[in-house]
């Protein structure tokens, strides 16, 4: 929940029949919503961020989110589909992510290693989390820059995250997507919502550069 003190950095606006039926308009971004509110809401819990924050607070928090981003951005990249999507390599965000740390003073840390589904639910469930991410981090980047304004921003406030949100939704509504790829999709997301969640609970390591 969004309020005066605390954000969250993934601010989303929004198992079936026959293996092979395919989803009305809307109703795949609906079962995404709805299937994965409760990994979403334990982000919300252990990811949230304060808009006073210092420099060693946010750099902690760009390199928990390095740790998830740039595997999943890797998949992403990688993902014979991807370039479906509408300005598919102009939404990546780890060259400005590890910018922002360079800035601070800080090396990329180690990435996760992502066990994720191949094929279009794979691909669904991976660019829904990271294309709903875009629109937190714009808040986030806001609030900040009004009591931090000297804070690098190219990852949180990085392409216009608004119109990139309104033409993902438009390629998801585009699509044929079967119950199969549905399903993957959801668990997919979960999935990496699960982990940003433990991230945004964890404390880093002594010494970690």
Known sequence: MVNREKISLLNHPMRSGAMKATHARHDVRRRLRAQTRAEHDAVDAAFAVSPHWDDTA???????HARIVLPAEAYLARHPDFADI?????????????????????????PMRLQLPEGRGGLLGVAYVMEGSRLGGRLIARQLAAASPHLPFRFLDHGDALADWASFLAWIDAGEWSDEEVDTAIDAARDIFSIYAHLGGAEEKAGAA
């Open 58 to 64: 946010y750099r902690t928090f760009l390199r928990k």
């Open 86 to 110: 509408p300005n598919a390599s102009a939404r990546l965000r780890a060259e400005g992510l590890a910018a922002d740390l360079a800035d601070l003073r800080s090396g990329v840390p180690q």
